[in-house]
């Protein structure tokens, strides 16, 4: 699975939108781009993955760079629940250990009131 | 739907003792990986099973096992405990191996002492 390099942490007043990046350049053809948070001393929850297009569920919206390199994750109103540790995992498609999930070192995203 | 569901939630251990951690995933799925999650290290794959089957396996020592039952009830156990091994325990379900997201129970936490 390609490895990703996220920012260590960042800050983002509450009710703005948080955005969070995530380089993955050595991404391949099969690998989507998941992303999942950490709020102290509980498991991970997931909030959204992407092949290539864009996606936007009822937590978060995807952005993809056409190339695939890159990703940024949105928060669009951060609230002070958000604050937590965001993983950025490129995973591949199918095969077997499909669940086998590379946590990196994350993003710690403070939101300020 | 209930959640997954980690027991005990706390344990303490004295070095060279042995310890079990059950895992009941979401009702449905088959498949349960397991992680570890230390200071030092980060969150690890520590297995995956799917159908009572051993899929995948991190990089750790033969300390560390697990099995899965018919039911998808999975537990794993570390032997000969070293204070090291002193961590937050976490299980993921998942319907099924390809490209699905994975659940996280809230973990077990295991004291080494």
């Known amino acids: 699975d390609a490895k990703t390099t996220q920012p260590p942490s960042m800050d983002c007043a509450e009710g703005r939108a948080a955005n969070l990046p995530c380089n993955h350049s050595?991404?391949?053809?099969?690998?989507?781009v998941y992303w999942y948070r950490q709020i102290h001393s509980q498991g991970p929850q997931y909030i959204i993955h992407g092949l290539k297009n864009n996606e936007t569920n009822e937590m978060a919206s995807l952005i993809i760079t056409e190339d695939r390199k890159s990703s940024t994750l949105i928060l669009p109103h951060a609230t002070l629940r958000d604050t937590a540790v965001y993983y950025c995992?490129?995973?591949?498609?199918?095969?077997?250990?499909?669940?086998?999930?590379?946590f990196g070192t994350g993003t710690r995203l403070t939101v300020i009131p | 739907k209930a959640g997954v569901t980690q027991t005990p939630r706390y344990l303490i251990k004295t070095r060279g003792q042995q310890v079990t951690l059950s895992c009941s995933p979401i009702s449905g799925h088959r498949s349960v990986s397991w992680y570890q999650q230390t200071p030092g290290q980060g969150l690890q794959f520590l297995f995956e099973y799917f159908s009572e089957t051993q899929r995948n396996k991190g990089n750790f020592p033969g300390r560390f096992s697990g099995r899965q039952f018919s039911n998808s009830r999975s537990e794993m156990n570390v032997s000969t405990l070293e204070l090291g091994d002193s961590a937050l325990y976490l299980c993921a379900s998942s319907p099924q191996t390809v490209n699905t997201e994975a659940f996280f129970g809230q973990g077990t936490r295991l004291t080494v002492v």
């Open positions: 050595t991404i391949s053809g099969n690998e989507y």
């Open positions: 995992i490129v995973r591949r498609l199918g095969g077997t250990g499909a669940n086998n999930l590379f």
